[in-house]
């Protein structure tokens, strides 16, 4: 699976628009990816994915660059709530396992 | 989406001793996996736990440190044998559905002394 590059952490003001990058440049063209996120002493969550087009659910938004080498994960309107470790993954599905492999992800710190 | 209960949630462990894990689900999924977190650290998968069938571990873990039990869709059992400091950890499962979205369970907090 191809490897991703995140920031360690970056800030957000409540109720402002999180944006969180991540960099796959050597992503296959039948890998997707995933964005997951851990909060405090508790198991990751899955909140996105996608292969080629942007993807929205309740939760996030997905941007995609149309090289497929990077994508933005936003949080529309960031609460402290949101206060959490994003992770960006790539995963290629259809094979034996569809196993996560994680990063160090970025920690996304709201602030009041 | 499916909801993962672990048991313990958490223990503390004398050195050299084992603890069994327990993951259970509220419904039939294709596959589940075990994952462990160090402190400070990010997740590290373990095995995938197969059903009726040995676990497949990743590099760095083998079946006599951590056997693993899958005896149907919906239960599965990691132990963790012969403890050492070292392995304080949290201890995660979990599973995918056919959607491909994996659920995790809300670990198993570990601490050998």
């Known amino acids: 699976d191809a490897k991703t590059t995140q920031p360690t952490s970056m800030d957000c003001a409540e109720g402002r628009a999180a944006n969180l990058p991540c960099n796959h440049s050597?992503?296959?063209?039948?890998?997707?990816v995933y964005w997951y996120r851990q909060i405090h002493s508790q198991g990751p969550q899955y909140i996105i994915h996608g292969l080629k087009n942007n993807e929205t659910n309740e939760m996030a938004s997905l941007i995609i660059t149309e090289d497929r080498k990077s994508s933005t994960l936003i949080l529309p309107h960031a609460t402290l709530r949101d206060t959490a470790v994003y992770y960006c993954?790539?995963?290629?599905?259809?094979?034996?396992?569809?196993?996560?492999?994680f990063g160090t992800g970025t920690l996304l710190a709201v602030q009041p | 989406s499916a909801v993962i209960s672990q048991k313990p949630s958490r223990d503390i462990c004398q050195r050299g001793t084992s603890l069994t894990i327990q993951c259970q689900v509220d419904?039939?999924?294709?596959?589940m996996f075990w994952y462990r977190q160090q402190p400070g650290q990010s997740l590290t998968l373990i095995a995938t736990?197969?059903?009726?069938?040995?676990?497949?571990?990743e590099s760095g873990f083998v079946i006599d440190k951590f056997p693993i039990s899958r005896p149907n869709l919906t239960f599965s059992t990691l132990t963790v044998s012969n403890m050492s400091p070292e392995d304080s950890s949290i201890y995660l499962c979990s599973v995918a559905d056919s959607k491909y979205e994996q659920y995790f369970g809300p670990g198993t907090r570990l601490t050998v002394t």
């Open positions: 993954i790539v995963l290629g599905l259809g094979g034996a396992t569809n196993k996560l492999i």
């Open positions: 419904s039939q999924v294709t596959m």
């Open positions: 736990a197969n059903q009726g069938s040995e676990a497949t571990y």
């Open positions: 050597t992503i296959s063209g039948n890998e997707y």
